[in-house]
Nanobody
Framework: QLVESGGGLVQPGDSLRLSCTGS????????MGWFRQRPGEGREFVAA????????LYPDSLRGRFTISRDNAKNTVYLQMYSLQLDDTALYFC????????????????WGQGTQVTRR
């Protein structure tokens, strides 16, 4: 089970860090990713990281503002977000089994329940 945390209501320009922990499931064998979904839209790729953390991937629109990392000793993956904008308002999902492609990532089969981020 994947458990996300860290979402909330933020002010313009605020930063926020999301966490995803594998509850009862080790995350070390998996590439991991974050996706987000706005109301009425499909899930959008946000960030991905390989199982050993050597490679990360972001869509061009978010590179430089979002950073994904992982601490395998804590079985946790993070998404650090800076300078949050109105368009960042969404439900953010953690994904395990994410496959990093050239410019995007394909979601794996394991999802968390999501954590809401809302920019005022």
């Amino acid at each position: 089970q994947l458990v996300e945390s860290g979402g909330g209501l933020v002010q313009p320009g605020d930063s926020l860090r999301l966490s995803c922990t594998g509850s009862g499931r080790p995350l070390t064998p998996f590439g991991m990713g974050w996706f987000r979904q706005r109301p009425g839209e499909g899930r959008e790729f946000v960030a991905a990281i390989t199982k050993n953390g050597e490679r990360t991937l972001y869509p061009d629109s978010l590179r430089g503002r979002f950073t994904i990392s992982r601490d395998n000793a804590k079985n946790t993956v993070y998404l650090q977000m800076y300078s949050l904008q109105l368009d960042d308002t969404a439900l953010y999902f953690c994904n395990a089994g994410t496959i990093l492609l050239t410019t995007t990532a394909a979601a794996g089969g394991y999802w968390g329940q999501g954590t809401q981020v809302t920019r005022r």
